[in-house]
């Protein structure tokens, strides 16, 4: 369903090193001719370049100071996040004048949350045409809070996050966060493979990924329960679940329904990885698209085995003994052994 969206000011936040800006202003100029309803007005548009050490937070709160009712995000998973993250404190600061939709054009390789919410790929002006009058939908996002390895700073990589003040650094994220043999999956398989052989894709790439993921010990406390002792290689909280080539790691996610999903995996030796596999494949692969297909899926959750662990949850406190990269949408930040993980329910609001 397509709604036109009159007078509004639309603040475009882009990375230059994705997109030249004549190219996004011809695409736009398109999108605008195929909203030519009569009671569609051309919008007003301020342009925000992402830098090197702002990957879009600063030039969302410049789009938003400018008055912008939409913010678009040009660029990868890293300048969405960034764009997502910055709204959400927005929102969470309770400023009604500093409040817009989040519209996605996305120009980057992975693309994991245009492709959970349908947002046309390699294809600018019909993502600029969905940004322009697609109905707006709520979205949660999931919060990541990092002790940083001996209380040393908390910027890396420019990713800024939001400083608390501590040694700490809270990090918003859309699609996934975690560590282990996740962010190596998805960050060392070949991005033309994935897209043309699914998950052959992924376990071309599983030897390499377990070379780097050794099991850690940690504690884990889960929607404030009493913690508890877990080993595992790979704790991955979601809130989508589609990765490229068509792949869903975390079936049941939902980017609205308030909760995150969590998958631990802790495979160690060849028989462990075959049960990892097989749980991941069919389990809640093949099997439960036969399933949709004879309408058995009514009230499916995803199907745990012995190393595969799937749960669904509102916060979650990991102290880890041996310290661990931690990625947010595919993004490495740094070393940690104290996460804090969270849900901030309908954070933004999203065109798609």
Known sequence: MNTTHVGIHVGIVWNPSKAERDALEKALASALDATGESDFEVPEITWHETLEDDPGQRATAAALAAGADLV???GGDGTVRAVAEQLANEQRAGDAQRSADLGIIPMGTGNLLARNLGVPLGDLSGAFTLALSGESRPLDLGWAELGTVGGAGGETGGEPGVDTGAATTRYAFAVMAGFGIDAHMITETNDD??????????????????????????TASFDGEAPTRLEAHT??????????????????????????????????????????????????????????????????????????????????????????????????????????????????????
């Open 193 to 218: 493979l994935k897209d043309k052989a699914g998950w052959l894709a992924y376990i071309e790439s599983l030897g390499r990924a377990v070379a780097a993921s050794d099991l850690v010990e940690m």
């Open 72 to 74: 678009l995000a040009v």
């Open 235 to 352: 704790l991955l909280v979601g809130n989508c679940g589609m990765l490229q080539g068509g792949i869903t790691l975390l079936p049941d996610a939902d980017p609205s329904d308030g909760e995150l999903d969590l998958l631990v995996l802790s495979a160690d030796g060849v028989a462990g990885w075959i049960d990892t596999m097989r749980n991941m494949v069919w389990d809640n692969g093949l099997m439960r698209l036969l399933k949709r297909k004879d309408k058995s899926e009514d009230g499916l959750t995803a199907e745990s085995s012995a190393s595969a662990d799937h749960s669904r949850i509102t916060s979650l406190v990991i102290e880890l003994d041996t310290p661990r990269v931690f990625e947010v949408d595919g993004d490495d930040l740094h070393e940690t052994t104290r996460i804090e993980i969270s849900v901030q329910p309908a954070a933004i609001r999203v065109r798609a």
